[in-house]
């Protein structure tokens, strides 16, 4: 919804840091990985670990529903005008790497709508190892994976697993029954990623999400600085 | 004028949202009416001599120096279905964000600030084509070609239609989207009340359902 207030130009085009009116925009982080591997949910925990002290909206980005946007809101983690669902044609890492077009107009109207933000998510669609944010789009990008998955992700690599700012390998919890091998996982993971931090998750319990909601902080901390 | 421009423009890789809207072909791959590629031949040749005409005559009379606000308000008054105004607004917005950042013009940012949610898509087409040195009948060309272009992807995906079978659809229909272009063209340099106002009921009423639906892989 737009409040009726006029700026003095245009929007920005894509990254600018500012928006029209000169206010340091908010820091966008996007979320992606292969589908089932915890996107959502770890979206979730992170609004209800961190929205008491920061201003956060999502952007969801689904494949052919709003089927994520409606378990945020079902699971009121945030008020429902602080999330918006992005339509992607069959194609989710288009829309957030090749034309991120519509997920840029979605984070403006939020800000617009709900703002200031100190923080926005967007989230990807469930989809493939090669899928990942455009820089136009956000500010640092999380890869999310899990145990059950197999393995051998971190191993086989791809530009998730082996640019992602963050990766985040989900459902430690499952190891034992998928005869996943974690201290591998890990081993894997560093000779993909080499300096790149790798945090090892379950979101069973509530405070599963810490680790990757301290990153997020020190993400907004520089970001703010 | 580069003629190079055109290419840059009409690339389906041009980010400018289109990937997301299958231009009314999804409701009619569900209801059975393209269920191949002679069907999705009839369902672009329909597309293209009735919205897409009056698309490309919008364009194109935004290239030739028409008043965009005069334009986009014609627009509305030819698009009766509010929930494919909506997507004309919203691929407008998207449009002017990838004109802006590619051929920037006063008359771009004029509109972006007239119209902050959107104009109609075809008239920031037009004027995106006017930034970039091209000419009307080049917008008309590009709005008539995306017109079934849109379509013919999409019902590659939805169908798992052979691609070559669909881009050859579009190579027959070379010569009739040269034929609209001109037509669109021709009346754009006869002023905004000559401009037509082709319409195909079926798009209109099925793009109401679509909007509607709750599962659906394309925004439009």
Redesign the interface.
Known sequence: M?LGHT?D???A??ADATRPDGTRRALRIGLGGPVGSGKTATVAALCRELRDRISIAVVTND????EDAAFLLRNAVLPPERIQAV?????PH??IR?????N??AVEDLEDAVGPLDLILVESGGDNLTATFSKGLVDAQVFVIDVAGGDDIPRKGGPGVTTADLLVINKTDLAPYVGSDLQRMARDAKEQRGELPVLFTSLTSAEGVGPVADWVRAQLAAWTA | MSRAALLVLADGRFPAGGHAHSGGAEPAVTQGRIRNADDLAAFCRGRLHTAGLTAAALAAAAAHGLDPLALDEAADARTPSPALRATARKLGRQMMRAARATWPSPELDALATARPRGAHQPVVLGLTARAAGLKSEDAAHWVAYETVSGPATAVVRLLSLDPFHATAVLARLAPELDDVAAQAAEAARRGIDALPAASAPLLDITAEAHAAWPVRLFAS
């Open positions: 737009h700026h130009g245009p929007a085009v894509s494949i052919y529903t709003q339509e992607t044609g069959a194609c288009t829309a090749d034309d991120i077009s519509a840029l107009e």
